[in-house]
């Protein structure tokens, strides 16, 4: 919803009768209005420029996944059993309510957020695989990578020869603009309705990168191989200090290609359909330690330009995400 329309949001509330009962809230450090509801709590939630959206309704990133489908997928979540009773997307929870979210310790009232070694000490993350994924051939991801190719346009080979530029000479203002323009390419649909985002959001990303380039160059040369426990702080970090600009996808894009042998790619569907994780930092380094079991056996690069992490994204986005948008 644009700016000139969301400004009417909280009148259009107070005209209703019998007058909803809503709040104002700052969930992670995003403002919301949180309508009250008798079993769920509705959430619309402001971005940057003053335009709003409703997580609830909007599960994954893709535009194509928006409110229309709501319906169809609470229908989905009900008959198989799960406790799910919103459409609420990809951040958190499910069956969402002001108290509980409070009461654990994921939103807070503007001026008063938990203090970071609170947080901290609440987001730890049991450093071992849960589900354990199947191992892929050599020969099964560079078929899979030929489709991809012939039917999935995108500047990814480019954009990581830039960035191997830039980094060297630790450019980051081009390193800024060389993800904003993949992340922009990749995103289409979404920043086709969002310009004010999409103006921005190289000027947004720089100094993020510059506040965390040090480690970034420091992680640029390792494997996901070489992960460990204790990564999980500088992980978890450097996911958090993206996500509020990016979403948890975004984020997860961009850290892969500033780090392409460390950092997996991902998207709602694949983070929570088929390596059952929340898109949260502590999903993402569960998603991490379990394709790290999946790329024990491969080789860094399969061919060239093709690392072992961009091949398993394109796996599973043909086999599982695009899957999915067809059916």
């Known amino acids: 919803m644009k700016q000139s329309e969301a400004v009417r949001i909280p009148a259009l509330l107070a005209a209703r009768h019998p007058r909803p009962v809503w709040e104002e809230a700052n969930v992670e450090g995003v403002r919301m209005l949180v309508i009250l509801g008798d079993e769920v709590d509705a959430v619309i939630r402001y971005n940057r420029y003053g335009s709003v959206d409703m997580p609830q309704l ?38 969402w309510k002001l108290a509980a ?63 191997e530029k830039t980094l060297t000479k630790q450019n980051v203002g081009e390193t800024a603009d060389a993800v904003a323009k993949w992340l922009k390419d990749l995103n289409r649909q979404y920043y086709r309705f969002r310009p004010d985002e999409a103006l921005t959001l190289r000027e947004r990303l720089e100094p993020l990168i510059a506040a965390e380039l ?45 780090a392409p042998n460390f950092f997996p790619l ?16 502590n999903g993402y ?9 999946q790329v024990v056996n491969l080789p860094d690069e399969l061919a060239p330009g093709l690392t072992a992490l961009k091949a398993i994204d394109e796996y599973n986005y043909l086999r599982m995400t695009k899957t999915k948008k067809a059916s």
């Open 58 to 95: 909007a599960s994954y990133q893709e535009v194509a996944e928006s409110a229309a489908h709501a319906d169809e997928r609470l229908a989905r979540q009900r008959a198989s059993g799960r406790v799910n009773t919103t459409g609420e997307g990809v951040h958190w929870p499910r069956n």
């Open 101 to 163: 979210a409070k009461a654990a310790g994921r939103i807070w009232y503007a001026g008063s957020p938990p203090t970071r070694a609170k947080a901290e000490c609440n987001n730890n993350v049991a450093f071992k695989a849960q589900k354990e994924q199947p191992p892929l051939s050599v020969e099964e991801l560079l078929k899979v990578h030929a489709e991809y190719s012939s039917t999935v346009p995108n500047n990814y080979v480019i954009t990581m020869e830039r960035i």
């Open 214 to 258: 040090t480690a970034i160059l420091r992680i640029r040369s390792r494997r996901i191989a070489t992960l460990t426990s204790a990564d999980e702080p500088t992980v978890r970090r450097l996911f958090d200090c993206l996500r509020p600009e990016l979403g948890p996808v975004g984020t997860g894009k961009a850290l892969h290609v500033l």
């Open 266 to 281: 991902w998207d709602n569907t694949i983070a929570s359909d088929f390596y059952r994780v929340s898109t949260d930092a």
């Open 285 to 293: 380094i569960q998603f991490m330690i379990l394709v790290k079991e």
